[in-house]
């Protein structure tokens, strides 16, 4: 018998959040319609100095999306037609579509299945077989760093560049180096799901290196540094002012929120612990120094079991990502099977993201995991 719906605790709850800054959000948003300064300007400046101090990196450069971050950053490593370019198929749909949106060719390799990052041991064969790779993407899933030490040493002996998706991790770090300031290029996204999420699409792009941020921000304005003169073929990608004023209210608070998502990682793992449930969230890697835990994420037997039982209990869950991106109808023509990574496909069978939100409730925690206890028990 399902036991009836008591609550409604949903994946996330953005107007939790809002609540606690409304007043200082709409003040920003309105000093920006006020002055009718609409286009880059002195609150994206000023979002950008605070993300490069925030992430350790020399510049930052905001764009529309973290999808155009990503797609900036191949251009500005002038990678296109005849290149190939190297990421996992367990991620989201841009960190796989930049690369073909840039001309270039799309090579996978499988994650590793621990922590749902690349899988270090088989990039070395990877680059190996494939000659043309001039760029490799790991991804920060979930909040946490891929092993970048190894691909960092892999990349040099190949001479390939690495562009960091760092669009769920701002904020994280491996052996004390945040995410986005260790590769040649970082991307963030500040879509309104993320740990710092703007009223709509916002991205950063963060580099240590002068003349690439020189050029990722003349890319963001069709190329052109000194105006109608184009060096470059580049897009119209810039950060929304409106965006950056309502980012920079926020980033005051991303640290909070931050300890408030660990706070609730630590107590999922603790009630499992104690309530004896066999799930087991992806490890964070050994030198993950800081997890931000844009999502808590499970792997599951009979996941959609799970999850539909969880739906009946009023517990939203998402399943981050279900279909693995080599087995997507749009790269069909890569030749790729069902099959070819089968981490990556397991992955997409098992994984569980619970509710992690800061301000989640935490009799509410205990609900969901006590929830996941007890469809394990009864059947
Ligand atoms: C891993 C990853 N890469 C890229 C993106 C793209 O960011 P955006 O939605 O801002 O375009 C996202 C977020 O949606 C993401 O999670």
New binding site residues.
């Given amino acids: 018998m399902m036991q009836s719906q008591t609550r409604q605790i949903p994946l996330l709850d953005l107007k939790a959040q809002h609540a606690t800054l409304r007043e200082e959000a709409l003040s920003a948003v309105t000093r920006v319609i006020d002055a009718q300064a609409f286009i880059l300007g002195k609150e994206v400046q000023q979002l950008e100095e605070t993300t490069q101090a925030y992430c350790g990196a020399r510049h930052a450069i905001g764009c529309a999306?973290?999808?155009?971050?990503?797609f900036l950053a191949l251009l500005a490593l002038d990678i296109g037609h005849g290149d190939q370019v190297l990421t996992t198929p367990y991620?989201?749909f841009?960190?796989a579509g930049?690369i073909v949106r840039a001309g270039a060719e799309l090579v996978f390799v499988d994650i590793e299945p621990r922590t749902f990052n690349m899988d270090m041991n088989r990039v070395e064969s990877a680059l190996a077989r494939h000659r043309r790779v001039k760029a490799v993407i790991p991804?920060h899933?979930y909040g946490a760093p891929a092993e970048m030490d190894e691909l960092m040493s892999l990349t040099a002996k190949f001479g390939v560049k690495i562009i960091e998706?760092a669009?769920?991790s701002i904020g994280a770090e491996y052996k004390g180096r945040r995410c986005g300031s260790i590769g040649d290029i970082g991307?963030f996204?500040?879509?309104p799901?993320?740990n710092l999420g703007g009223y709509g699409?916002?991205?950063m792009m963060t580099t240590n290196d002068d003349s690439l941020a020189d050029k990722l921000r003349a890319l963001r304005v069709h190329g052109s540094r000194r105006r109608y003169y184009h060096e470059w073929v580049g897009v119209n990608s810039r950060i929304d002012a409106l965006q950056a004023a309502v980012l920079n209210v926020k980033f005051k608070y991303l640290d909070a929120w931050t300890a408030g998502r660990q706070r609730n990682a630590a107590l999922y793992e603790t009630h499992f612990r104690e309530m004896d449930v066999a799930v087991v969230p992806p490890l964070p890697s050994a030198s993950t120094t800081r997890h931000v835990y844009?999502q808590f994420v499970i792997r599951a037997q009979r996941r959609d079991a799970l999850q539909e039982f969880l739906r009946g209990r009023g517990v939203g869950t998402d399943i981050y990502y279900p279909l693995s991106l080599h087995q997507q109808e749009c790269f069909a023509s890569l030749g790729y099977r069902k099959g070819d990574f089968p981490e990556s496909e397991r992955a997409a069978a098992e994984s569980l993201a619970l509710p992690v939100y800061p301000e989640l409730p935490q009799e509410d925690l205990r609900y969901v995991a006590e929830s996941i206890r007890d469809f394990y028990r009864q059947s």
């Avoid at 999306?65 to 990503?70: E, P, T």
């Fill in positions: 999306s973290g999808s155009d971050a990503l991620t989201f841009a960190t930049s991804v899933l998706d669009a769920q991307c996204s500040f879509y799901s993320k699409d916002a991205g844009n």
